[in-house]
């Protein structure tokens, strides 16, 4: 039983993760069709930013915290700016394809900035792990747990009952509809670059006392966000979280009851069974229409 | 005063001339009578392994430079020739290839990895090169192939230093969690196969991946089965995270880890899991601590030194493969005349060269040459390495 339960907080730690990151895919997706493939980098950018604001920067927790995010917010707004707006024919797959080129460089960034070498940063606290029924855990996935909640919950807020979400909403529906009601959509655009963004680096500088961080994490961390998007049917927020949440579980189950090398196999599987039952997702497949 | 200004300017130009003629055509000459070794150098000095390449790099530079400095071999100077592979095993066949054709080098040093290794010992056992691997697998040299050497201990050599140590200390059941990749593979295959002579039953043996975020499941699974000690086998950052996730389930079993994380990295990373962790080292890390009747000592004091001086940064563990390459061709090279044979039996003959990963001892049938000497066990204590005797 003490077994389960610790499988089953490992697998919660691990979930946190990756929902995290798949809330970054599904924010983005919601408000431009687009997926990006380079936020797994922007969280790394963001997990070394912290590094630096908190090492030789001597920031305290808070404003490194603010800092960091608002540094790799704007990058996602120059991301957008130079990258994405400049592309002639913006068809899906170009725009796409330009996400994994920018994913490319952007760890030729962090590799040249920061070196090849791994960092750690200090949990938020101290507070020793939490014993529940023999069972462990940590007191960072509980800040995990409480910051995924608490982000969206506030995107959940922002998409449904702000102006500028409904009219972001707008421009990932049509925008040249968008446009001719008055729309700027081109700022929608790049405004939600620079959210998605931002939250990847929340992301970044949130797991990483967890994980460490190091240039080349960006990858693995994107592609297992990317699935848990997926499984919860990407562009529902709501879905991200309970996608992360099941990856991560599966896997830790994958490791207690089947074997550890075949980890991401049974986790795989698994969720290809599950797209195969619900091709839309969890979520989506819920309302087949997305808005 | 004209005149005496002309005389005086005669005179300058005449004592530069003199000079001249004297001091810079005699270095030159010296050069030019006698041709340049010519030795290949082959290491992953980009790309995700640069961690082991870009110091073999560095030290090579450095070994020639001493050997340059000191006048050379027999007259003949050193001359680095040194690509990099990225840790691709094509791009290292590309690179061996051009270094055997085009640049024609009497020797090679490296690839820094196995699979790199593997990809061109075919090259060279075709081309009759003396060929010095700085990568640590065993099958480099197991079986003998009469030219190609490695400098690196192997990985025999690492799990037989932990298991003797285990077995100082009763311990018979253990727990083994490797990454999952060629280290990790060929750790745990020696892992699992030295275990009986040392009286170990294995357990349970689990895995991670190389980007793993919480290993706290495999442990929980090892776990169950009440191991006397749990060895993990692996690169940064993962068995950091190992350790930390031990150290958040409050698990007291005594983790060991392998040279793989034998850098003041891991400490960094770990932070106060780190604390009573044993593992095996190369020698170099713990070059002041080592008692001054050890043979090593100075060599390694030496190296640091020069390496510090020559390129201001701190010495890595993995850039001494190459240094040793460098010294034992040097030796093999001297009276060969620059001969491919002469040189290959020279270095199967070195006995007792005191290196900076442990002492040589070649023969026909032993190509590493080191011995169990070129490990020392150490634990971390207060966030510094403690010799263990």
Redesign the interface.
Do not use: H, R
């Given at each position: 039983m003490q077994?389960i339960l610790?499988?089953f907080?490992?697998?919660i730690?691990?979930g946190a993760?990756y929902a995290v990151i798949a809330i970054g895919f599904s924010m983005l997706y919601n408000s431009t069709d687009l997926i990006n493939f380079a936020h797994g980098e922007f969280v790394m950018l963001g997990a070394l930013t912290m590094v630096t604001f908190s090492g030789p920067f001597h920031l305290p927790l808070l404003p490194a915290f603010i800092a960091t995010v608002c540094c790799i917010s704007i990058a996602g707004l120059l991301f957008e700016r130079l990258a994405i707006r400049t592309v002639r024919f913006p068809e899906p797959i170009v725009l796409i394809i330009i996400t994994v080129g920018a994913s490319i460089f952007l760890r030729g960034i962090g590799m040249l900035a920061w070196g090849?070498?791994?960092?750690?940063i200090?949990p938020f606290s101290t507070h020793p792990?939490l014993?529940i029924a023999g069972a462990?855990l940590?007191a960072q996935s509980l800040w995990i747990l409480l910051i995924v909640l608490l982000m969206v919950a506030c995107l959940h807020f922002f998409f449904k009952k702000t102006l500028t979400g409904k009219a972001m909403e707008a421009c990932a529906i049509d925008k040249r509809a968008a446009w001719i009601v008055g729309i700027p959509s081109k700022l929608m655009v790049m405004l939600a670059f620079g959210l998605s963004t931002g939250l990847g680096a929340l992301s970044g500088v949130i797991?990483s006392p967890?994980?460490?961080c190091?240039y080349?994490?960006g990858?693995?961390?994107g592609l297992k966000g990317f699935c848990a998007a997926m499984l919860g049917g990407l562009g529902s927020l709501w879905g991200s979280l309970i996608g992360g949440f099941l990856l991560g579980i599966l896997?830790?189950l994958g490791?207690?009851f089947v074997s550890?090398?075949l980890?991401?196999a049974t986790a795989f599987f698994l969720l290809l069974f599950i797209l195969y039952a619900r091709p839309g997702g969890i979520i989506s497949a819920l309302n087949v229409k997305r808005f | 005063m004209m005149r005496t200004k002309k005389i005086r300017l005669l005179f300058t130009a005449l004592t530069l001339l003199i000079a001249a003629t004297f001091l810079i055509p005699s270095s030159v000459l010296s050069e030019t009578e006698k041709p340049s070794y010519k030795i290949g150098g082959l290491f992953s000095i980009t790309g995700?392994t640069?961690?082991l390449g870009d110091p073999e790099k560095k030290s090579m530079e450095l070994a020639v430079e001493q050997i340059n400095k000191a006048g050379g071999i027999n007259g003949h100077m050193l001359e680095a020739v040194i690509y990099d592979d990225e840790g691709d095993p094509s791009k290292a066949v590309n690179a061996a290839s051009k270094l055997i054709e085009s640049d024609k080098v009497i020797a090679i040093v490296g690839p820094s990895l196995t699979p790199t290794t593997l990809a061109v010992m075919p090259m060279v056992q075709k081309a009759q090169i003396p060929f010095i691997s700085c990568a640590a697998g065993n099958k480099i040299v197991q079986p003998v192939d009469p030219w190609v050497f490695k400098t690196a201990q192997s990985d025999i050599l690492a799990v037989a230093a932990i298991y003797a140590h285990l077995k100082s200390q009763n311990f018979k059941k253990i727990g083994l969690l490797t990454v999952?990749n060629a280290f990790g593979e060929s750790g745990k295959e020696q892992l699992v196969n030295q275990a009986a002579p040392f009286g170990l039953t294995v357990v349970k043996a689990?895995?991670?991946?190389d980007?793993d975020?919480?290993m706290?499941?495999?442990i929980?699974?090892i776990r169950?089965d009440n191991p006397d000690a749990i060895v993990c086998w692996g690169t940064?950052?993962g068995p950091?995270?190992v350790a930390k996730n031990i150290q958040?389930?409050?698990i007291t079993i005594p983790l060991y880890q392998s040279h793989g994380v034998a850098s003041p990295?891991f400490i960094?990373?770990?932070?106060t899991a780190a604390e009573g962790i044993i593992l095996p080292t190369g020698k170099i890390l713990v070059t002041s601590l080592l008692p001054d009747t050890d043979p090593q000592k100075k060599v390694l004091m030496d190296y640091t030194a020069a390496y510090d001086a020559m390129f201001k940064t701190p010495v890595s563990g993995f850039g001494g493969y190459s240094y040793d390459a460098i010294q034992i061709l040097a030796k093999a090279l001297n009276g060969s005349d620059g001969d491919k044979e002469k040189i290959r039996q020279g270095i199967e003959n070195l006995k007792g060269h005191v290196g900076i990963s442990g002492i040589f001892n070649f023969s026909p049938t032993e190509h590493n040459g080191l011995g169990s000497d070129a490990f020392v066990m150490v634990k971390i204590k207060n966030g510094k390495w403690e010799l263990i005797e």
């Open positions: 077994e610790q499988y907080f490992s697998g730690t691990n993760i090849k070498d791994a960092y750690s200090p792990p014993d462990k940590l797991i967890i994980t460490m190091s080349d994490m990858t693995m961390l896997e830790a490791v207690g550890s090398g980890k991401d | 995700p640069s961690f999952a689990e895995t991670f991946g980007k975020t919480d706290t499941a495999q929980t699974k169950q940064n950052p950091a995270v958040q389930l409050g990295k960094e990373l770990a932070g």
